[in-house]
């Protein structure tokens, strides 16, 4: 089952109640698109946790997504492609799991680098992604659902910083579907921040129906930076 698959699942149960309080779980899931001794091209880092939460149930989702074009990527492809290394064959006697693995990922590694470059010795994509190669790009995006009863609604749910606050950053509590924005610039470039708020009245009525007597929030909080390298 694919983590989008578990996650559904999960939420589906947060609206039938079907999670006891003692069913506090946590799904989490990494991924990269390695650049050999450049680094990596992506880096995606996710974490669903389910947990109590007050009279109800809380699913949160946390995810980071890094892309590294102007640090990894320029630079991988303004270097001489390196010569493909020989598989070995067969396993040497006493080997561990992990050093069994290390030839396979480089494989991987390699397909993913030839891919790329393959990719990007096509002028239309160069000229697509030309503006993107002077940035690192990194996102943290924060979801959490409830079904607890909060004095003020979805805006419980949204993540509370210091550092955010500091910045004028102060998002309002809202009835209904509501969404703001902030932006500036950085030091290194610009970063934007974005805050949704979700109620049970917001939602299809098929799915309030499914939810019953049961209160439902929803908050999200997005934050980009872009720097410029």
Known sequence: MSLID?????????????????????????????????????????TVDTEAHGDGERVRLRAHVQTNFASVLRPMLAAPPPPPKPRRRGKQKGASASRALAPAASFVGQLARRGVRRAFANPIVQRLAE???????????????????LDR??????????????????PARHDGPHVESWSGATAQGSAQVSTLQIDKKSLPKNLQKRLGDQPFNLAAMIINTIEEK
């Open 131 to 149: 503006p993107l190669m002077k940035h690192d790009i990194n996102s943290w995006i924060e979801i959490s659902a409830s079904t607890a009863s």
């Open 153 to 170: 609604g979805a805006h419980d749910l949204i993540p509370k910083s210091d550092k955010l606050e500091s910045m004028g950053i102060r």
């Open 6 to 46: 578990r996650l559904r699942t999960r939420i589906d149960a947060l609206a039938a109640g079907a999670l006891g309080a003692s069913g506090d779980d946590r799904l989490s899931f990494k991924a990269e698109i390695p650049a050999g001794v450049f680094g990596s091209i992506l880096k995606l880092d996710v």
